[in-house]
C-alpha cells in the first residue's frame, strides 16, 4: 500500500461519516471493519518526519476517530466514534499502513 493509497482507506474531512455510504466508495468492496481519521493528510503525514522505513509509530497526539463496522450484509455498517492516538507503519517518510488506534 502506498500514501495515495491509505489516504482514501483512512482519512476524512469531515465528522459527518455515513459509513453505509463511504464504506464501498473508499475500499471498493464491502470490508468488515475500517477506521477512518479525521485529519488532514499533513497531520497524520508528519507522524513520519524523518523516518524511512518504521513500523508501530505512535501519534503522540490523539485524533477524532470514526470506526464502520460491518453489522449486516451487504454493507451495512454501524458507526463507533472516538478520540485516541493511533499506530501506524511509515515507509519512505510517508505513513502506509494503519496498524490501529491506541499506542503500538
Excluded at 473508499?26 to 477512518?36: A, G, P, S, V
Excluded at 503522540?60 to 492516538?85: G, M
Aim: glycine share 4%; hydrophobic share 30%.
Amino acid at each position: 500500500q502506498d500514501w495515495k493509497t491509505f489516504q482514501k482507506k483512512h482519512l476524512t474531512n469531515t465528522r459527518n461519516i455515513k459509513c453505509d455510504k463511504i464504506m464501498p466508495i473508499n475500499l471498493f468492496h464491502c470490508k468488515y471493519r475500517n477506521t477512518f481519521i479525521y485529519s488532514r493528510p499533513r497531520g497524520v503525514e508528519n507522524l513520519c518526519r524523518g523516518k524511512i522505513n518504521a513500523t508501530n509509530v505512535s501519534s503522540s497526539s490523539k485524533f477524532a476517530l470514526f470506526e464502520c463496522i460491518e453489522k449486516s450484509r451487504p454493507c451495512k455498517y454501524k458507526l463507533k466514534k472516538q478520540t485516541n492516538v493511533i499506530c501506524i507503519t511509515c515507509e519512505h517518510k510517508v505513513p502506509v499502513h494503519f496498524v490501529g488506534v491506541g499506542s503500538c
